[in-house]
């Protein structure tokens, strides 16, 4: 889970930092004293979880909190108690009083990964591709394999194909680990192979090339 921190205090900064390393599996990718400067952040990283100040210079942390982009979590940290109605107003996982016990920051993390648990097992995994002027929201576990086909990706779906203009690094980004990249031009899902050797892949009557460079993930991952 990555994670940034944002409070115009340094100690405060100081201090989750030093909780956040309790937690193998929460990676802290910023800090900022600065809320606009980590606005910016937030609109070309990749972040799951937001520890935010309410009371700061300029831009309040209920501010910056409403320009967040959704999906993103959001933990409020502050002295003030007077702030907590608005704060679950814009859905804010948890309201943490300064000065924050470990303990305390560690049942706020513990709620963030209760959520997370419950939205993977609400969620079958779903992408959206744009063909043209369509769009498609098509189910991982349809898709059969991935060729790339020039600028574009040719999705071959049990019972359609589908061609998107994207990179085959921009293809494996929102696949889930079923799938996995065999060659320069082929990613394929797992759980469609019908049978493979050191060469190539067959999958319903497609036969998939498996190059020197991607074998031994490949037989790793089946293995």
């Known amino acids: 889970m990555k994670v940034i921190v944002v409070d115009d205090e340094p100690r405060a900064i100081e201090l989750i930092k ?36 309410i009371n700061m210079p300029h831009l309040s942390g209920i501010s910056l909190s409403r320009m967040i982009p959704p999906g993103i979590k959001i933990i409020f940290t502050t002295a003030y108690s007077e702030y907590a109605v608005e704060s679950y107003e814009v859905q804010a996982v948890d309201y943490l009083l300064k000065p924050i016990s470990l303990e305390r920051f560690t049942k706020a ?7 997370q648990d419950q939205q993977t097992r ?8 744009k063909s043209g002027s369509k769009m498609y929201r098509i ?15 040719m999705y071959h779906v049990t019972d359609q194909k589908i061609l998107a203009r ?12 079923i799938f996995i990249r065999v060659h320069k031009s082929f990613i394929v899902n797992i759980n469609k192979i019908d049978s493979f050797d050191k060469n190539e892949i067959r999958i319903a009557d497609n036969l998939i090339p498996i190059s020197n460079s991607f074998r031994t993930a490949f037989v790793e991952k089946m293995s």
Do not use: C, W
């Open 18 to 53: 030093n909780y956040l390393t309790h937690f193998d599996s929460v990676e802290l990718t910023g800090t900022f004293r600065n809320p606009m400067q980590a606005f910016g952040f937030l609109t070309k990283e990749a972040v799951d979880l937001v520890f935010l100040d």
């Open 109 to 115: 993390i513990s709620r963030v990964f209760q959520i």
């Open 122 to 129: 609400d969620q079958e995994p779903v992408i959206s591709l």
């Open 139 to 153: 189910e991982t576990k349809n898709i059969l394999y991935l060729e790339k086909d020039g600028n574009y990706m």
């Open 166 to 177: 994207e990179s085959i690094a921009e293809a494996i980004q929102k696949l889930p680990d």
